[in-house]
């Protein structure tokens, strides 16, 4: 028997694909970020790559 059951996976597998990322140094952010915490630019992009591929 696993330990892990489904939904704690995708649980898992959504928190690492969903964050934003800095257009400007490409510096991960997490999805709350208005602004990239390390350039403190407004240029974010969604990083959000769908489960199934
Ligand atoms: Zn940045």
Redesign the pocket.
Known sequence: MPIRDTALLQLAQKRRLYYKI?R????RNPPTAVK?R????YNLRWKRRELKR
């Open positions: 800095c400007n140094c490409g510096a990239c390390k350039c403190h630019s």
